[in-house]
């Protein structure tokens, strides 16, 4: 995660003193924050962890890279890139429609 942006004026003297300690507890922070999200379920953990990787940075749901839930045993068709798909294809999927996929998918 980025750290914080600073004002652009210069640390006061002593600021090296103090600045591992405040990005101790930012980091402390943090993670106390995620592991609350995933406890009180306001987060997927899995889907934060695939969030991590190339590539899926803007996954909306595990259920688009879930083979098992496709008609052909592929991914969802919102995974796949607009440069490679038809012009005048109509398509219909389930995946993403049917929870109201929040980054809209198909918009990509």
Known sequence: MPKVKRSRKPPPDGWELIEPTLDELDQKMREELYEYCIKEGYADKNLIAKWKKQGYENLCCLRCIQTRDTNFGTNCI??????????????????????KCMFGCFSK
């Open 78 to 99: 919102c995974r796949v890139p607009k440069s490679k798909l038809e012009v005048h294809l109509i398509i219909q999927y389930t995946n993403c429609s049917e929870h």
